[in-house]
DNA sequence: AAACGCGTTGCATACGAATGCAAAACATGT
DNA sequence: ACATGTTTTGCATTCGTATGCAACGCGTTT
């Protein structure tokens, strides 16, 4: 046993009260006077006490930890998406307990993190398995996907209107004389990737325009450097790229400049998508669509809250509006 | 009450054992025959039984979770700490849970991880408050800095061989034929800063140079800018600058060139230090000096695994050996 | 056959806090 | 004064699992 654990009764004892008024002074709401909170306070202060909140978790039901489980944090957006996550949490009493998951691993992952009574579980970019949708489903664990959409209706989410963010960047392109305009996808499987493709052919399908060309990069650096290179190699090159993300558009960029010695945007304008930081950086001025992270962060800490008060039942999908943000890529 | 909550108590009357073999099954090294751990396995099967972990926790006093501080993840050396720090964490048994501080919040923060048991606490990239060790101290919870180090022994450290990093870059750049060398600072109140600044004085000493100019940015990318552009304004320019971190070089080296028009490395070189995945990138090209972040997490998980197993007592500081990785920019 | 040892098993309790219930204390009305 | 209503309090139990202790079964030895 540790040393100098202070329990409920240590300042009970202190107080000279019973454990429960202990309990009800550090419970919001519970009926005690004004006297024996104060001489409990003053107690607990004395000896350094605070509620050990696995107790707590344990008798309540309310571990007060959602879990959030993440792929890979590479992607600039991603370690702002927490950040912000983690501080909207925090300022909500609610605690993010942390779970990396390999493509394969995803079912162990699960089991752990159920293990822990988290009261709810965030999936940032990643693919909900319908296997790890249903088992929340019985535990009544709300779900959440940020950045992700889902339609099958087991799970809330929160995105940016990634089909309005592809027709944004068809219609710059196609704005600023572009002809031969193509795509370099992320994930196939994701519905981001979905949709901001499906946004970019509309926008072109509009002007009667079609794409020029496509790649896929799976969201990866060392792939977008790759696809880019076999693109550009191409006896017909294309005008304008659309990638799917800005850290996969760095690396287009650099190919296009370094690779080939050809000029953004006078030779190939490039768009991104996410405008993290590193987007409005001297070397890129990406042309980006801008999802803005506290927005999805303090939506998705709102869903997930209400879902847990019991305030709403069903999951709810939040799509929130995208805006261009034109620099000198594009 | 949650729904659907299978307790070890339902896992013993299908298995038709006592709850005690139930919790045996499930505790490695405890004492069950092969049978009755068969059929304690196959009910809990069925019926979907894993350990509550809190639970286990309360009578255990093992939470098998660690706390991790940190300030801000914008640096992009933080993210891949993270991600590398929680992958080996798990693959412990160990999980993360997440606390971001602002510089005047700490201690409420602090109190908060103690709630929750935590058996471990990392610090990254954050000044140790000895309030806080010796909160720490008094709870017997190990704490680690990770990036950083302190004297006082109230902590084990992690971090890379700043000062021989420092040094590297000094005469790197002497040997490189550099005259008027200036240093850009982090945080000057922070181990990393003053060792890899020391490092870096040092090197000059020894070939009979001094520090041509210095200024301070926090390990801020927006001040790395606004001191650069002051550093650069000066009658009597560097030939060569040392930034404290890559995120900060990457600043210097927009304004060098976007501001200034001059070129890296042929009118100015810099260096930065961590070697963070962009540094590579094309733009940049960064000379910089690598520290691992999978040794850095690797050790630290192992000390705080030894401490929290009691085989080691004392915090113990570990310093990784450094490396220059020369690229374009120096 | 009795004595011994060892591996299993169940019982009962503990971890630390929250809470339903009933008793107690207090305030209010007539 | 008494009856009534309201707040405050403590007792006892609960959450789900781990574990010390004693009992038990089984095989081996003398």
Known sequence: MRKGIITSADVARMAEVSQSAVSRTFTPGASVSKETKARVLEAAEA???RPNALARAMISGQSKMIAMMFAYLENQFYPVLLEHM?????????HPLLFMTETGNQDDVVRRLMDYQVQGLVLVSATLSSDLA???GELGIP???LNRETEDGTASCVASDNFGGG???AEHFINTGRKKIAYIAGDENSSTNRDREAGLLSGLKEHGMQLH???VANYNHDQATQVANAMLAADDRPDAIFVANDYMAFAVIDVIRDKFGLSVPKDIAVAGYDDVPEASWAPYQLTTVRQSSEAMTDNAVMLLTEQ????????QTIRLPAEL???ASA
């Not at 983690?86 to 609610?94: F, I, M, T, V």
């Not at 847990?308 to 999951?315: A, F, Q, S, T």
């Open 47 to 49: 000896l350094g006490y």
């Open 86 to 94: 983690c501080r909207a949490l925090q300022a909500k009493g609610y």
């Open 134 to 136: 249903t088992r929340c």
């Open 143 to 145: 779900v959440l996907l």
């Open 167 to 169: 027709r944004m960047v």
């Open 213 to 215: 060309a496509r790649a």
């Open 308 to 315: 847990i008060d019991g305030k709403r039942v069903e999951p």
């Open 325 to 327: 943000i034109v620099r």
